[in-house]
Nanobody
Framework: QVQLVESGGGLVQAGGSLRLSCAASGRTVSNYAMAWFRQAPGKEREIVAAITWRGGNTYYADSVKGRFTISRDNAKNTVYLQMNSLKPEDTAVYFC?????????????????WGQGTQVTVSS
């Protein structure tokens, strides 16, 4: 069983930056694809970014391309999401997820493990 714990969320002004971390425990996730999702109030959860098991391939939603960067440190069993040039529309609860496959999926239902989420609030 894998436990995922997100951290790094908070309140930031528009244009600012945050770095989210997702620490995995229970077993290594070095051979799992990982992703970040988010859910804004009144909206469905959506994928933000994903990364393959070695980090060689990444995916970004159009809304965050050029502003967000997903990365991973398999030695630390941790995945990161660097968020720059934040906008009020980025306000959401951000979730980390693990997929027991090498290559990522953009489909929420294919992820096997989920964290509890961390709140990101961007003020205008």
């Amino acid at each position: 069983q894998v436990q995922l714990v997100e951290s790094g969320g908070g309140l930031v002004q528009a244009g600012g930056s945050l770095r989210l971390s997702c620490a995995a425990s229970g077993r290594t996730v070095s051979n799992y694809a990982m992703a970040w999702f988010r859910q804004a109030p009144g909206k469905e959860r959506e994928i933000v970014a994903a990364i393959t098991w070695r980090g060689g391939n990444t995916y970004y939603a159009d809304s965050v391309k050029g502003r967000f960067t997903i990365s991973r440190d398999n030695a630390k069993n941790t995945v990161y999401l660097q968020m720059n040039s934040l906008k009020p529309e980025d306000t959401a609860v951000y979730f980390c997820a693990a997929d027991r496959n090498y290559y990522y999926s953009v489909r929420e239902y294919e992820y096997d493990y989920w964290g509890q989420g961390t709140q990101v609030t961007v003020s205008s």
